[in-house]
T-cell receptor, first 112, second 114 residues
Framework: DAGVIQSPRHEVTEMGQEVTLRCKPI?????LFWYRQTMMRGLELLIY????????DSGMPEDRFSAKMPNASFSTLKIQPSEPRDSAVYFC??????????FGPGTRLTVL | AQSVSQHNHHVILSEAASLELGCNYS??????LFWYVQYPGQHLQLLLK??????LVKGIKGFEAEFIKSKFSFNLRKPSVQWSDTAEYFC????????????FGTGTKLQVIP
């Protein structure tokens, strides 16, 4: 099994640009989670999906952030427009029926 | 709502010392409990988990954790740490039975000095 796949692994962009992060969960998993990790705030849950439906997006910091899961094998997290304070490592994770979460390698985002 | 407390934010130990990291959770019902480890520059990986049964759970790399229901605790232990155990450790909890998110603690950074 390839595990959770995230792309890109690194993204450097300028303030105001749109950023799209991508995630492919483990095949057969029915829950998908997006996290953000920074030194200051630690690990934060942004949003999670069950069976492709967003269940809890209370962690999304503001309207500039949006996430979609058009099918069971793909999800995106979009930031538009990006700001320097969005710089962080963004992790995607998937699980089956609330069990162990498997994390992807993360996307390190730097907004200049 | 469930919550997880990890009281130690940063722990420094010498190699061969024993380790115990505290984890307390707040939730009124049955829980699943997890410990994850994040090595420097890497993603979180599962160390061990408790769903039911024997409250003493053994995980990878010599780690174990004990679920004490009366204390709402799930402390992580290792009798003798190695330099390679330097990492951040996260305790997590969720309610079993389907579509519950996992709530993570704030993490404990462990530094092992050779």
């Amino acid at each position: 099994d390839a595990g959770v796949i995230q792309s890109p692994r690194h993204e450097v962009t300028e303030m105001g640009q749109e950023v799209t992060l991508r995630c492919k969960p483990i095949s057969g998993h029915n829950s998908l989670f997006w996290y953000r990790q920074t030194m200051m705030r630690g690990l934060e849950l942004l949003i999670y999906f069950n069976n492709n439906v967003p269940i809890d997006d209370s962690g999304m910091p503001e309207d500039r952030f949006s996430a979609k899961m058009p099918n069971a094998s793909f999800s995106t997290l979009k930031i538009q427009p990006s700001e320097p304070r969005d710089s962080a490592v963004y992790f995607c994770a998937s699980s089956l029926f609330g069990g162990e979460q498997f994390f992807g390698p993360g996307t390190r985002l730097t907004v200049l | 709502a469930q919550s997880v407390s990890q009281h130690n934010h940063h722990v420094i130990l010498s190699e061969a010392a024993s380790l115990e990291l505290g984890c307390n959770y707040s939730y009124g019902g049955t829980v699943n409990l997890f410990w994850y480890v994040q090595y420097p520059g890497q993603h979180l990986q599962l160390l061990l988990k408790y769903f039911s049964g024997d409250p003493l759970v053994k995980g990878i790399k010599g780690f174990e954790a004990e679920f004490i229901k009366s204390k709402f605790s799930f402390n992580l232990r290792k009798p003798s740490v190695q330099w390679s155990d330097t990492a951040e450790y996260f305790c997590a909890v969720n309610a079993p039975g389907g579509y519950q998110k996992v709530t993570f603690g704030t993490g404990t950074k462990l530094q092992v000095i050779p």
